[in-house]
């Protein structure tokens, strides 16, 4: 699907504020709430807005330790540890990259025993080669909505 200027607006506007009525966006944009909804209903339907969710502040629920793990897998069942990687409750992304180290993953934690246990679990998993573990000192952007 081709995503046009009109589109691109509203996806924006949706990132920075996807509680506002179809109408108030409709006012926002200069258009009719009905093109508003048919082009909302249009991205939705290709899996292009795949849901609509609140932004939160981890450390303040109490997950105060976020980790950036690499995975070496071993042979080429790199998809299936991803996936199975990617079932854990606190994995907020998994990423196959390119370079030394075949896998990314992120994941947020509310104390460092949490971590250890995971990390020492990661080694259980088939393929799982090497981790290196970088714990986040301090965080200066998280916020994947590109505006």
Do not use: W
Not at 26 to 49: C, H, N, P, Y
Not at 67 to 89: L, P, T
């Amino acid at each position: 699907m081709n995503l046009d200027s009109t589109d691109e607006k509203i996806l924006k506007n949706l990132m920075m504020d996807a509680r506002q009525s179809a109408r108030q966006l409709a006012l926002k944009l200069g258009m009719s709430t009905v093109t508003v909804l048919s082009r909302i209903k249009k991205l939705e339907k290709e899996k292009i807005i795949k849901g609509y969710t609140a932004t939160i502040d981890h450390e303040k629920i109490g997950y105060s330790l976020t980790a950036i793990i690499e995975i070496v897998a071993k042979n080429d069942k790199i998809v299936d540890m991803e996936e199975e990687i990617s079932k854990f409750e606190n994995v907020c992304g998994v990423y196959d990259i390119t370079g030394s180290t075949d896998t990314i993953i992120i994941a947020k934690f509310k104390e460092r025993n949490e971590l250890s246990k995971f990390v020492k679990g990661l080694a259980t998993i088939p393929n799982v080669e090497n981790t290196i573990t970088h714990v986040v000192l301090n965080t200066a952007k998280e916020d994947f909505r590109l505006t």
